[in-house]
DNA sequence: GTGAGCAACATAGTTAACCTAGTTGGCTCG
DNA sequence: CGAGCCAACTAGGTTAACTATGTTGCTCAC
């Protein structure tokens, strides 16, 4: 896959593309990789490609064209701050996710319940 | 389905959930009906519930919890002032000196099982 | 040479299945 | 009574297959 550092694969290739896109390695206008190319590079499945390819469509760093390719977004304009937001919102998210993690760590160290066996 | 409105059944449900939660159906803190509930609400697959929440998540206006819900988020709305990306830094800045004070007090009482029940 | 048609390739959407993992509450057994 | 186990929820991630649709370039007939 790509890396295990927690984060799920598709959102790891979504954040090297946006990085790729950033850095400016994939200027606005020109495509991504196709769908099959990404997943060979990545060595992922199609599946997660687009899942992150989505992403960045929801984001708005890229544009969908059928039949032609995943373009590079102008990026001319950032409509009310819409990528840098969503980049915010992403670390906020994590953020919030590791900060619950260990503070539920803290307040339950004596608690020790969920005996979850194997599986 | 949802209905044919030349928009994918995904981004028909993804509407309606930011509809909600703008509108004020699904407050701040609140849970989502589960993904179960709502694709027999829409009366959609699974897959597109899931896809249509992920959309959500991607654009920071709900959270996922696992083993507990689907939640919105806290006041999306920006502030009159309008920036609400200083706001959000603001919301980083204040989460990672959480982190970080937490992570440390992890690290310097790992023996520890210091008493603190909480639930 | 030109145009029609087709094949190949592209994104996009949908569905289904399987697995992981966290949460909660109830039940059993010591 | 209490601790531990477990079953039933929850979201999340991954994969695969199928369909639809758009684009492009090639070939072949005329």
Redesign the interface.
């Known amino acids: 896959m790509v890396r295990h550092t927690g984060q799920p694969a598709y959102l790891q290739i979504a954040d090297d593309l946006r990085a790729q896109i950033r850095g400016g390695s994939l200027a606005p206008g020109t495509p991504l990789p196709s769908t099959a190319k990404l997943a060979e590079q990545y060595d992922a499945s199609l599946s997660v490609v687009k ?1 992150a390819v ?2 960045l469509r ?2 708005g760093l890229v544009i969908g064209q059928q039949g032609k390719g995943v373009f590079v977004r102008d990026a001319e304009e950032p409509p009310a ?1 819409g990528d ?3 980049e ?6 994590d ?2 996710r ?3 993690k ?2 539920e ?7 020790r319940r969920s005996g979850r066996s194997s599986r």
């Open positions: 899942l989505g992403v929801t984001e701050g840098e937001l969503a915010l919102r992403a670390t906020v998210e953020l919030s590791r900060l619950a260990v503070e760590q803290l307040a339950t160290s004596t608690t």
